[in-house]
């Protein structure tokens, strides 16, 4: 039977809507998250975090946990910046920022996640020119996260929270056509049950380009609370040779602790069920 890792969302502090299940410091993040059974914990933080990497990697070694991601949605909505903005200097220091998290990731030996920081198109304003802005700015990240080992995770996600990457087919195609080597899609099982009609398809889709996954039930709380059947998922996963995490991004119902408890047994069951 595959042997399969484990992530959970993290953040220092985050309000109750938010689908961060461990709140803290990252080290005490880290060592809840191996007590937990997590192999790794997703990290939503600022670009300008200040970390002490020693001590940090020091927990790390010790407690055989690592880190699965840095997420960078915190640089839109707290920096209130994108990378498809009309205003110049919105979008240079989105790509400031968006460079530093690619220098953290490679000092944490993992990836990024760019979800929100990618930016809306606006009404009525011409989808194709913020496209080619945006593949123009990736094509500068890509490089960037390149030569310092680094991937960039695309998070697909639902209709109604952006207009960019709704569905896998759109993001595949994108990372394609502008020849972003460095670039995957990441796919999340709540966005999925809105925008895909197949998600078993959608992943075997995405195949060797399939970068990261998140899990959570159709409402969004603790896989296993809602509808979804997760064992087709995770033997898609299988049959595509997925080497990455399954990482738990859900609301903290009806708290963290027991969401992630309660996720980590359930996604382990389906896996062992396959």
């Known amino acids: 039977m595959k042997k399969w890792k484990f992530a959970v969302s993290s ?4 309000a109750p809507t938010a689908p961060i299940l461990l709140t803290g410091s990252i080290c005490d993040n ?24 020693p001590a940090i990697e020091e927990v790390m070694k010790k407690h055989e946990v690592g880190i699965s991601a840095i997420v960078t949605g915190k640089l839109c909505t707290e920096g209130q910046v994108n990378l498809i903005d009309d205003i110049p200097y919105v979008t240079h220091f989105a790509m400031e920022g968006m460079k530093q998290y690619i220098e953290m990731a490679q000092r944490f030996k993992t990836d990024i996640v760019l979800g929100w920081a990618r930016g809306r198109i606006p009404d009525k304003g011409n989808a194709q020119n913020y496209l080619d802005r945006l593949a123009g700015n990736l094509q500068i990240l890509d490089d960037y996260a390149g030569e310092r080992g680094v991937s960039i995770h695309l998070e697909v996600i639902n209709r109604y929270e952006t207009n960019i990457f709704n569905t896998a087919a759109e993001t595949l195609e994108f990372i394609r056509k502008n020849e972003l080597k460095n670039c995957f899609v990441h796919l ?16 075997k889709l995405c195949g060797d380009k399939l970068g990261y996954m998140h899990f959570a039930d159709n409402s969004r709380t603790y896989p296993g609370s ?11 996963l299988d049959s595509i040779g997925y080497k990455g995490y399954l990482s738990v991004e859900c609301l903290p119902k009806p708290d963290g602790i027991t969401a992630a408890r309660m996720s980590r047994s359930h996604l382990q069951n389906c ?3 396959i």
Request: net charge negative.
């Open 11 to 14: 953040a220092n502090i985050a």
């Open 30 to 53: 880290l060592v809840q998250a191996s007590q937990l059974g997590y192999h790794a914990v997703e990290v939503h933080t600022r670009e300008t975090a200040r970390w002490d990497y």
């Open 188 to 203: 999340d099982t709540f966005h999925m049950g809105i925008e895909e009609a197949d998600p078993v398809a959608a992943i």
């Open 226 to 236: 809602g509808q979804i059947d997760f064992r087709p998922i995770i033997q898609a």
């Open 271 to 273: 896996a062992s069920s």
